[in-house]
């Protein structure tokens, strides 16, 4: 019989341990270090509780979470951080599905440029890709 592990804190519980620590910050921003110390997690579960954050409780609670490179993760009032997080997750986005289609499926077309599944796929990301960079200006 298979020995039991020790039962964990769900993501919830890292959840919300971070948010209290970000709520204390407030208005400035904390670190993933300055996260680990304030909540006494690991980096693994800081970002787990980040992850938890990010899906739940800044919908539940109306305000997204941010981050920058100076300030860390933080929660922010001002639409304007919320505009800017969100254009560099988009211009990250757009990066990665570029290297998808000009890696994968441009060489794929190449080789076979009669494979349906290709050529539907390539018109698709073409059209997200031009979403995305509209987006992301």
Known sequence: MPRR???RPLA????DLVRVALIEARPAGLHTYQLMAATRLTRSQVGRGIRHVRDVVAAENLTPIT???RDGFMFSDDPADWIEYDKRQFRQILGRLTRVITG??????ARYPDDEWAQLATAQLTGVRATLAQLSK
């Open 5 to 7: 592990r020790e039962a």
């Open 104 to 109: 994968t499926l441009d060489p794929h077309l």
């Open 67 to 69: 981050w920058t490179r």
């Open 12 to 15: 919830e519980h890292y959840g």
